[in-house]
Nanobody, 120 residues
């Protein structure tokens, strides 16, 4: 499975961005997908994961709850992260990842990353 991310960019505080991740050729073999991020000088952290079949969502980063939303388009094998009211602390390289084993916890597939920069 190849993961192709899009949607990053440079925005001002309070702005919104939408990141998308498409699984190629499709996501039908996947058990879970999610978004991670790595801020400058910090370790990569998990933001949110989604069980692909059920759509069950787990938020792992408290600072984005209420500002970010996650959605999946099952037919298009696409996972999207809507980020609203962005703050400078959201600046990071964002990565999409996917798992294909039954537990959905071992994320073996990774996208190339997309940069999100929040700055005035």
């Amino acid at each position: 499975v190849q993961l192709v991310e899009s949607g990053g960019g440079l925005v001002q505080p309070g702005d919104s961005l939408r990141l998308s991740c498409e699984a190629l050729p499709d996501a039908f073999s996947l058990s879970a997908m999610g978004w991670w991020r790595r801020a400058p000088g910090k370790k990569r952290e998990v933001v949110v994961t989604v069980r692909w079949e059920t759509g069950d969502i787990t938020w792992h980063e408290d600072s984005v709850i209420g500002r970010f939303t996650i959605s999946r388009d099952y037919a298009k094998s696409t996972l999207s992260l809507q980020m609203n009211n962005l703050v400078p602390e959201d600046t990071a390289e964002y990565y999409c990842a996917a798992a294909d084993e039954p537990s959905g916890t071992s994320f073996a597939f990774w996208g190339q990353g997309t940069q999100v920069t929040v700055s005035s």
